[in-house]
């Protein structure tokens, strides 16, 4: 059943990837991505891509993320909670900095409205698809 969950959260997290790159590409163009590899599979690779990247953001938010939280906690409070962002924008260009994933963000600003996307999104489809 865990691995239904790991399942379940890379393909939320990969649609909120995409959603992300699509939105923000049409006022930036390749500011973000995904796909830029394709693992010798043709089309199907890019998609395999983008399920690596959601994958491994999964991973990171459940891993680094934490971590980060919690050594910035005082700034975290001084901001009322909006150096989250940062967190998150941080989190995003770490991921984007592993090459094999073909998943590329273009500066911090990208990263920081992609996170609040990507957020969104995740979490509208956390609240409409079942568990």
Known sequence: LAAVGIIW?????AVAIAVAAYVINLYQPDAIQWGLVDYGM????????LALTGLTLGVVNAIVRPILVMI??????????????????????????IPFLGFAVNGFIVALVASILISLVSAALSMVLPD
């Open 72 to 97: 910035s906690m005082p700034i975290t409070c001084l901001t009322l909670g909006l150096f989250i962002f940062v967190i998150n924008a941080l989190m995003l260009l770490l991921v984007s900095a």
């Open 42 to 49: 043709g089309e199907i690779g890019r998609y395999v891509s």
């Open 9 to 13: 959260r890379t393909l939320i997290n």
